[in-house]
Structures are given as structure tokens and as C-alpha cells.
């Protein structure tokens, strides 16, 4: 049985990207992963990882949902175009936890839909955990993952990224085979202390 070392932030956010990158890096290197998905709401994020990691055959970065870009960021158009320069394919489309006709429904009419309760769970470890699992889902029914192989995703707390993982990646029809395989970085605090 093997050590992995794991980082550990004393606050969430986005001053713990650079570090969970490297954590991710020299992860991916010591089981030679190479595809890795990103949560990028302009796309510094995905750049920051394809500038760190130009040996990876398949980098994804997910952006938000169109509906929430008022809401929250916009990709940036020049940030896009210079991280798919360095191979990043990005995706945007339905959340498969949160944000979706399930929220609508929820938002007109009160209650809570099982994927918010399976997204509040992922909270529990922290925010990250739950945009890494969901962006790892969402590419993966993009049809932008090699399913047969691992995948490491990368996600944040309000920005940059302060979460990685080792995961095996599952199609959202087969949610209940995802396994999170290894933590790689992770925010020992909520975003709210």
C-alpha cells in the first residue's frame, strides 16, 4: 500500500491554486494520469494548469452555466482563446448537481431535489469536492474523457482552485460507480469562518 501526501489549507480560496496544481502535477506524473478537468469560470485556471502541465493528453475546462454567468463570471474570451492554444477543450452546459430544471423546480416551488442533497453532501468535505465530482461528471458526458482511465480534477472555493483529486471518472446515468480514489488538496475550513 502506497503513501500519497495531501495538502492541506488552512482557508479555502483561490490563493491555494498554484499549490493544488502542483499537488495535481506531481500526483499525475507519479501514476502517469494524463487528462485532468478543471473548474474555470473565466478560464485562468485551465490556463494556469495547461501552462503547468503541457504533457497532458487531455485537459477540460468546465465553465459555469450561460444562466449563471450574470450571476457570477463569464469566460474571458482572450484567457479562453489563449488556454485552448494550449490544448484546453472547454465545456459548458447543465450542472448535474445544482443549477439545473431540478433548482427551478425547487426555486418555484420549494423542496429539495436529490442532486442538491448529494451536492450538500459534497459540501461536507467541502465546496471543491462537490464542483470537482460535478465537473468530472460533466465532461465526462461531453464526451471528453477517457473513461478506461483516471482522471484528476481540480475545483475551488469562490474562485481558483484549493481542491484535487484522484477520480475514477462515471457517466451522471451511473452516478453511484464515481469513486474519489485519492484527495490530492483539500480546505481544512469552511469558506464561512
Not at 465546496?127 to 475545483?155: P, Y
Request: proline share 5%; net charge negative; glycine share 8%.
Amino acid at each position: 500500500m502506497g503513501q500519497v501526501s495531501v495538502v492541506y489549507f488552512e482557508q479555502a480560496g483561490p490563493a491555494n491554486t498554484q499549490a493544488t496544481l502542483q499537488a495535481a502535477k506531481q500526483r499525475a506524473d507519479q501514476l502517469a494520469i494524463k487528462q485532468i478537468v478543471v473548474a474555470t469560470s473565466s478560464g485562468k485556471t485551465a490556463l494556469m494548469a495547461a501552462e503547468l502541465m503541457p504533457e497532458m493528453d487531455t485537459i477540460v475546462g468546465v465553465t459555469l452555466q450561460a444562466g449563471l454567468w450574470e450571476v457570477y463570471t463569464a469566460p474571458d474570451p482572450e484567457i479562453v482563446a489563449q488556454a485552448e492554444a494550449k490544448g484546453v477543450k472547454f465545456f459548458t452546459g447543465i450542472h448535474t448537481f445544482m443549477g439545473a430544471v431540478a433548482s427551478a423546480i425547487q426555486n418555484e416551488f420549494g423542496g429539495l431535489p436529490p442532486e442538491e442533497l448529494i451536492a450538500r453532501t459534497y459540501y461536507t468535505i467541502s465546496q471543491g469536492t462537490k464542483v470537482a465530482v460535478e465537473c468530472m461528471i460533466m465532461a465526462a458526458d461531453a464526451g471528453l474523457l477517457d473513461m478506461d482511465q483516471d482522471v484528476i480534477s481540480i475545483a475551488g472555493t469562490n474562485g481558483g482552485a484549493d481542491t484535487a483529486m484522484v477520480v475514477r471518472p462515471t457517466f451522471s446515468n451511473k452516478f453511484f460507480q464515481c469513486r474519489v480514489r485519492e484527495f490530492l488538496a483539500l480546505p481544512r475550513t469552511d469558506p464561512a469562518e
